[in-house]
């Protein structure tokens, strides 16, 4: 073959993941990306906004969106949650349903289905988790899927452990138009750092607690500073109640401090730089149900912003810090 008839051979298209929350569509961009670019938690409605996942490969190269999980919006968090699902769908090559095939009936789930109706482009169907489900389920899973939509292919994976993926990509690339990339083959997110670092805040946040606060719990970054030997970045993780900014700092901080110590490691090994993480904690009433509050934390809107204020200049701040140096403030 000819270069130019691997050019020539080239693919590239955007694809969107959609599916129920919980699903697993932010482990498998993470998996076939080959780092994090979205954050995975093991409760529900974990990604709030729609973030690109670029994977580039000899013979192609794809963009995955990932989306926040379909659910029944009750708050205008939600309904900007599925705003960004619809959002997502906008321009797309190919549509990417998952679901948990280790959950019961996922075949019956009608939220899914109209998505898939409504799409009139090509849609894969990839069944995660098989992991976890015993063999003889799949067979009758797959055929039950091919009753309710004409997928364009049904590919058994698990996200977490890597089986199916490369069966899954080749199935999307075939699907996609020959064309150039559309982003530098290092790129690997349209998501900048700063906003990341305020996702794996929040990641270490959820995983550490349980019941409200992980839902009620929004994280913006508001200094992010590259110094030539530290990232100094200083975030603070808005709540909604008293109650709930008392469990987030803890007993004497212990909780706060136990965040910042696993969110400062994970950056420093994604950002291979020494980070000063400062931590501040200050409650927003029902935020959630403010659309104002709701966009300003939506980091598409904090990037608008920053660009229109040119705040986007490393600060001359000194670096004199210690990493642990986690504070709460007062609303
Ligand atoms: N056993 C198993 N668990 C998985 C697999 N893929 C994802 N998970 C787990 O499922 C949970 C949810 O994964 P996420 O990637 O956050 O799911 P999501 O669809 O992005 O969820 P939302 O952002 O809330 O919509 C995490 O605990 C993952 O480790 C898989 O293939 N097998
Ligand atoms: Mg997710």
Redesign the pocket.
């Known amino acids: 073959m000819t270069k130019t008839d691997k050019k020539k051979s080239f693919r590239s298209g955007f694809v969107a993941i959609v599916?129920?929350?919980?699903?697993?569509?932010?482990?498998?961009?993470?998996r076939l990306v080959g780092q994090k670019v979205?954050?995975?938690?093991?409760?529900?409605?974990?990604?709030?906004n729609r973030i690109q996942g670029i994977v580039t490969r000899p013979e192609g190269q794809i963009v995955f969106i990932?989306?926040?999980?379909l659910h029944a919006a009750d708050s205008a968090l939600g309904r900007q949650m599925m705003h960004e699902v619809a959002a997502a769908l906008e321009g797309i090559d190919v549509l990417l349903l998952?679901v948990?095939a280790?959950r019961a009936l996922p075949h019956a789930d009608d939220l899914l289905l109209e998505k898939a109706k409504r799409y009139h482009g090509k849609t894969i169907l990839a069944l995660?988790?098989?992991?976890?489900l015993p063999k003889a389920k799949l067979l009758p899973l797959i055929q039950a899927f091919h009753k309710v939509f004409e997928f364009s292919a049904i590919v058994p994976?698990?996200?977490?452990?890597g089986?199916g993926c490369d069966d899954l990509l080749s199935e999307i690339m075939n699907l996609l138009p020959e064309g150039e990339a559309y982003f530098p083959e290092d790129q690997v997110t349209d998501q900048p750092e700063r906003f990341l670092a305020a996702e794996i805040v929040r990641e270490k946040a959820i995983q550490s607690m349980y019941h409200e606060v992980p839902y009620a719990l929004a994280v913006k970054v508001d200094k992010y500073a590259e110094l030539p030997k530290l990232l100094r970045i200083e975030a603070t993780m808005n709540v909604e109640r008293d109650s709930q900014k008392k469990i987030l700092i803890g007993a004497k901080g212990a909780m706060l401090k136990k965040i910042g110590t696993l969110a400062r490691k994970e950056l420093e090994k994604l950002f291979d730089k020494k980070v000063y993480l400062g931590l501040f904690v200050k409650v927003v009433p029902n935020w959630r149900e403010n659309p104002h509050q709701v966009r300003e934390l939506d980091w598409h809107a904090q990037l608008e912003a920053i660009g229109n204020a040119a705040e986007f200049e490393p600060s001359d701040e000194d670096s004199d810090t210690s990493p642990e140096n986690l504070k709460t403030e007062d609303s």
Do not use: E, F, H, Y
């Not at 979205?38 to 709030?48: C, N």
């Not at 995660?128 to 976890?132: A, E, F, L, P, T």
């Open positions: 599916g129920r929350p919980n699903a697993g569509k932010s482990t498998l961009v993470n979205a954050i995975v938690t093991s409760k529900p409605q974990t990604t709030r990932d989306t926040p999980g998952m948990d280790s995660n988790k098989v992991d976890g994976i698990s996200a977490l452990k089986d």
